[in-house]
């Protein structure tokens, strides 16, 4: 069924990067999830005055508040498709992380509202009525749901969309809440046992809790959030790949919607080809990492030593000093100024983010001590900071 709608509805449906084609399927999802809760609701809230159960009532409407997220979805969509103006020159991609982090709170209201309905069902207990017809309405709604839930995940991944992503973990609350609410009704019809309230208590919590932590999701690209390994090593190895280019560090991304994004790195060339040649060589990266990865990449070039036997031996030497500390330390921007009586080492030094400051006094301290006796002239001139990336990148 979802490849049908796909198909179907969506234009050149495989090329997910296109604009017009995510905002094709986040309209197809966005109207999808409207109709078929706008069904549920109906159907749920007949149920719930037929039987008198609060939870399947509190249920009907958690389905209304999806369809009004599955609106906030198509509205967010729709306007994260307006390319960049004067007043965002980098377009309005994460108005789709905004519509997301909206649909978390019509996730955690219902949660709320549940949870005060059940707490008062559980006080003051009503009369409920068991049907079959009802369980088995009841039942359809959950398959319903779960394929809602699927066809979200699956357009989601396919689109990298955080809305998409966010429906489906609702309408897998919704499962919950709705397979509970059939458990307490055939407990009810079977045993004339009411569990009504204590049931819609904890489908409440279920359902809070993953409006919370839909909300934390989004907001992760909003605040700014590490490079992903993938993303980190695909750009550096791009950038590398070219004839020139010694390495690369200092890589940051930013992040401006699933489909934008901004990035800065700094690239070493080596210090004796002419800066006109390294230039152009910089800008022909630039343009075909905008053409092949859709990245708008900045480079900073880094001019470095390459034929100079001391310079290497002393980079070796600090290779294999860090190596010995912790071999997730890297360094870039290696300098080596000579004297008569003193050798300067001038190199900024990448560590974890769990090292503290008390941890960066004493790794410099050591890496220093290290040096001096291997070669009582070093004198270390060293800026420690953190890498961008998730995880340390694997030095070379």
């Excluded at 959950?142 to 839930?149: D, E, G, R």
Aim: glycine letters at 6%; one cysteine or more; charged letters at 20%.
């Amino acid at each position: 069924m979802t490849e049908f709608l796909v198909r179907r509805f969506v234009k050149n449906h495989e090329q997910t990067e296109d604009a017009g084609v995510r905002t094709a399927y986040g309209v197809l999802a966005s109207m999808v999830g409207i109709c078929c809760n706008a069904v549920l609701f109906a159907v749920k809230l007949m149920i719930g005055l037929m039987a008198g159960s609060i939870s399947v009532m509190a249920d009907a409407f958690n389905n209304l508040s999806d369809a009004a997220g599955s609106i906030v979805g198509f509205v967010g969509v729709k306007m994260a498709e307006k390319p960049a103006d004067a007043d965002h020159p980098f377009g309005h991609g994460r108005m789709e992380y905004i519509a997301a982090f909206v649909v978390s709170f019509f996730v955690i209201q219902v949660g709320v509202e549940l949870f005060k309905s059940s707490i008062g069902k559980i006080r003051q207990p009503e009369e409920m009525t068991f049907r079959w017809m009802a369980v088995a309405l009841l039942l359809l709604s959950v398959l319903v749901k779960w394929w809602l839930a699927v066809f979200n995940r699956t357009l989601g991944k396919r689109i990298r969309s955080s809305v998409m992503s966010a429906t489906a973990v609702d309408a897998l609350g919704d499962v919950a809440a709705t397979s509970a609410t059939i458990l307490s009704m055939v407990v009810f019809g079977i045993w004339g046992v009411n569990i009504d309230g204590f049931v819609g208590l904890i489908v409440s919590v279920a359902v809070m809790l993953a409006g919370l932590g839909i909300a934390r999701d989004t907001l992760a690209p909003l605040l700014g959030e590490p490079i992903d390994p993938a993303v980190y090593h695909e750009i550096s190895a791009f950038v590398e790949g070219y004839d020139g280019i010694i390495g690369t560090h200092d890589l940051i991304v930013h992040n401006y919607g699933p489909t934008h994004s901004m990035a800065t790195i700094h690239a070493e060339v080596a210090s004796d080809v002419d800066v006109r040649v390294s230039h152009e060589l910089i800008d022909r990266i630039e343009r075909d990492c905008a053409r092949s990865l859709g990245i708008f990449l900045v480079i900073h070039m880094d001019p470095v030593e390459t034929h100079d036997e001391k310079t290497a031996a002393y980079r070796q030497l600090l290779a294999q000093v860090l190596a010995r500390t912790d071999a997730r330390l890297t360094f870039h921007d290696f300098r080596v100024v000579a004297g008569t009586e003193q050798v300067n080492l001038i190199f900024d030094l990448v560590v974890p983010r769990e090292y503290n400051d008390d941890m960066w006094d004493t790794l410099r301290a050591k890496v220093s001590d290290e040096l001096r006796s291997a070669d009582p002239r070093c004198c270390c001139v060293m800026t420690i900071e953190n890498t961008y990336c998730a995880e340390p990148p694997e030095s070379d």
